[in-house]
T-cell receptor, first 116, second 112 residues
Framework: GAVVSQHPSWVICKSGTSVKIECRSL??????MFWYRQFPKQSLMLMAT?????????EQGVEKDKFLINHASLTLSTLTVTSAHPEDSSFYICSAPGHETPNTIYFGEGSWLTVV | SQQGEEDPQALSIQEGENATMNCSYKTSINNLQWYRQNSGRGLVHLIL?????REKHSGRLRVTLDTSKKSSSLLITASRAADTASYFCATAKETSGSRLTFGEGTQLTVNP
């Protein structure tokens, strides 16, 4: 079946640096992907919708200059956390809709970010 | 964003018992989906129920949807220790159903 892969699975970075997380659809094309953030023991919060070939759509309260999203191809979306701070430490997870009817949504395995 | 609510927040049962989790949401929806998440891992899609459906079954899972009350329930029958996980409902407003709003989740622990 369709697979969405995220990389890296976990990353530790220093405060003030930037870190990039990749989300790939491995055997299907995704013109749209979604990025969520999940703090420990909490639910998933949609951050933004990544659109291939155009700007991402950010949810209210999400800083687009801090969370840069690029969707340069039909199989890859990237999330870059710029000038990371400890409060950005979280579980970031992406999803992409498949093409089955009804639409099936495939989630990546998530990426743990720890900012020290 | 409009987060839904789930209850209970945590549920602990013995193997073989049934587990029922409830979800409420705030806006009109196209469909509602239930997901499972093992600790620190990605999400696994369990079942999708459309707004014009009232009940759906998949193996040991039974989902109901009451759009008049804006609520849904997930029943897991004959639970197993391997069912231990967090369970989330998620609603989609659009026909595409890809942009999801998640509930707060229920942490289910099935004791052997």
């Amino acid at each position: 079946g369709a697979v969405v892969s995220q990389h890296p699975s976990w990353v530790i970075c220093k405060s003030g640096t930037s870190v990039k997380i990749e989300c790939r659809s491995l055997d299907f094309q995704a013109t749209t992907m979604f990025w969520y953030r999940q703090f420990p023991k909490q639910s998933l919060m949609l951050m933004a919708t990544s659109n291939e070939g155009s700007k991402a759509t950010y949810e209210q309260g999400v800083e687009k200059d801090k969370f840069l999203i690029n969707h340069a191809s039909l199989t890859l979306s990237t999330l870059t956390v710029t000038s990371a701070h400890p409060e950005d430490s979280s579980f970031y997870i992406c999803s992409a809709p498949g093409h089955e009817t009804p639409n099936t949504i495939y989630f990546g395995e998530g990426s743990w970010l720890t900012v020290v | 964003s409009q987060q839904g609510e789930e209850d209970p927040q945590a549920l602990s049962i013995q193997e073989g018992e049934n587990a029922t989790m409830n979800c409420s949401y705030k806006t009109s929806i196209n469909n509602l989906q239930w997901y499972r998440q093992n600790s620190g891992r990605g999400l696994v899609h369990l079942i999708l129920i459309r707004s014009n459906e009232r009940e759906k079954h998949s193996g040991r899972l039974r989902v109901t949807l009451d759009t008049s009350k804006k609520s849904s329930s997930l029943l897991i029958t004959a639970s197993r220790a391997a069912d231990t996980a967090s369970y989330f409902c998620a609603t989609a407003k659009e026909t595409s159903g890809s942009r999801l709003t998640f509930g707060e989740g229920t942490q289910l622990t099935v004791n052997p």
